[in-house]
């Protein structure tokens, strides 16, 4: 990329940012941290000591931990936070917590000027705790425009009476939104306006419209059609940049990245490989792990398989696989630098759960998908990048093998593949354009960074 980092004695503003603390939030906000570090800007990076990032890797940031950082609270144990999380983090607590940390940083002195928080969207108290320092808060949104639109719908969905339909219901069609199935609102996780999980977005999406603007992981050409309703629905700063577009995320990743797979990828033909991996949460049970390298093997179709510890609820059952798999067709990793392979020349499509990072890193290398979405804003990204743009096929009924050997083949080696493949490809190149000069997302970038040195 072309910004080079400045010498540290010509920085003078600051920006702290605070991602939440899981692999797809970590990865974009730390991405950004970077390309705003290039362009000129101190940088603090705030974290729970919960999926800590790599500091290590960031010897030019400076890192503060908090909010799960006093060891004598059981509920800072770590693998609690998502426990404690609804009753401290997200309530007057945590922002107590914020606050204290903020007004000793801010008042301390031995720093520059801090011009803004950006945090993730999730972090909706933080909101309250930037107003009372006057300190302007930007949110950064790791979903897309698309799902962020549905899910500030939730109310308007709650009262058409969606969250309750039965399973007689699923197959049809959401009248307000037709590109979404009953069942693609109902996998959102919420059964009605008054769950914690829809309070939570609800918290998210009022206290995102009392920031001083978002920075959406997204490019205008690739939502085109929601940027219209979004700049109304959210009538505040919006500012589209495809981060994948600018940086990889290998030194944010939390697990260590495999690359004994290369010298393998290296002699496969191009557009042969089908990359699979289905995110950092996403678990399947023993049946489903079955069915999937099933219908790997039944697509006859050469294959690289993310399968991170944790994946299979229970245990990862190799005995229960076909005889001799994965075979010289196949490579099964624990975690793979995913941009890389898909930016190799030998990947010919990403069976994906449909991840917004995945999904934006597949258009990015103009990979075609095919689409296993598991829950939340997944089955709402699979339908569009399948349904509008058509860049990728939609396994509809989970995993079975045969459904799955064909969406492998459809997209591999049929004809309508070759469309898939092909419209892929312009949107990569739509994502290339609107990185120059006048492009979309180099004027955003442009005017974030202006924005962010006015204040
Ligand atoms: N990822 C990776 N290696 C892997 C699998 C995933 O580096 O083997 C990264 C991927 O590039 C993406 C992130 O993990 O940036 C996953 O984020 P996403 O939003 O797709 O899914 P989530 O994990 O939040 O469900």
């Not at 001799?324 to 010919?348: C, D, I, M, Y």
Request: with cysteine; hydrophobic share 40%; net charge negative.
């Amino acid at each position: 990329m072309g910004n080079q980092p400045q010498t540290t004695a010509s920085r003078n503003r600051r920006i702290i940012l605070f991602p939440f603390p899981f692999q797809g939030h970590i990865n974009p906000m730390l991405q950004l941290a970077s390309l705003l570090y290039y362009r000129g800007f101190s940088i603090t990076i705030l974290h729970t000591n919960f999926n800590a990032p790599k500091i290590s890797n960031y010897p030019h940031f400076t890192f503060i931990s908090i909010l799960d950082n006093h060891p004598e609270d059981e509920r800072f144990s770590k693998s609690l936070l998502l426990d404690f999380a609804p009753d401290f983090i997200f309530k007057q607590d945590g922002a107590d917590a914020l606050r204290d940390e903020l007004e000793l940083l801010l008042a301390s002195g031995k720093d520059e000027p801090v011009s803004c928080l950006i945090t993730d969207a999730f972090w909706h108290f933080t909101q309250s705790v930037a107003d009372s320092l006057n300190l302007p808060r930007l949110v950064l949104r790791t979903s897309s425009l698309y799902s962020t639109i549905i899910y500030s719908s939730i109310p308007l969905l709650d009262d058409c009476g969606y969250f309750t339909l039965d399973d007689n219901h699923l197959e049809e069609q959401v009248v307000k939104f037709p590109l979404l199935k009953v069942k693609d609102i109902l996998k959102i996780g919420i059964r009605s306006n008054k769950d914690p999980y829809a309070e939570l977005i609800g918290d998210m999406v009022k206290q995102t419209k009392a920031s001083s603007g978002i920075i959406w992981n997204s490019f205008k050409e690739l939502e085109e059609t929601e940027l219209e309703r979004v700049q109304h629905d959210f009538p505040i700063l919006n500012f589209l940049i495809p981060l994948p577009k600018y940086l990889t995320t290998s030194s944010s990743s939390l697990l260590d990245q495999d690359r004994t797979f290369f010298p393998w990828l290296d002699q496969q033909p191009p557009n042969s490989v089908l990359y699979v991996s289905f995110g950092s949460i996403s678990k399947v049970d023993e049946k489903e792990f079955v069915e999937i390298a099933h219908g790997l093997v039944h697509s006859k179709q050469a294959f690289l398989w993310v399968v991170r510890p944790g994946f299979v609820k229970g245990s990862t059952s190799l005995e229960l696989l076909p005889n001799g798999f994965p075979g010289e067709s196949g490579r099964v990793v624990e975690w793979a630098p995913q941009q890389e392979v898909l930016a190799h020349e030998v990947t010919g499509a990403f069976w994906t759960h449909s991840g917004w990072n995945s999904t934006l890193e597949s258009v990015c290398e103009g990979v075609a998908m095919i689409c296993s979405p598991f829950r939340g804003d997944q089955p709402l990204d699979a339908r569009y990048m399948s349904g509008l743009l058509r860049v990728g096929v939609y396994i509809e009924n989970g995993f079975q093998r045969e459904e799955i050997s064909n969406a492998i083949r459809r997209v591999m080696v049929d004809e309508e593949g070759k469309e898939i493949r092909e419209r892929a490809r312009v949107l990569k190149q739509k994502g290339d354009v609107s990185l120059m000069k006048g492009g979309s997302s180099n004027e955003s970038m442009e005017s974030l960074v202006d924005y962010i040195s006015s204040l």
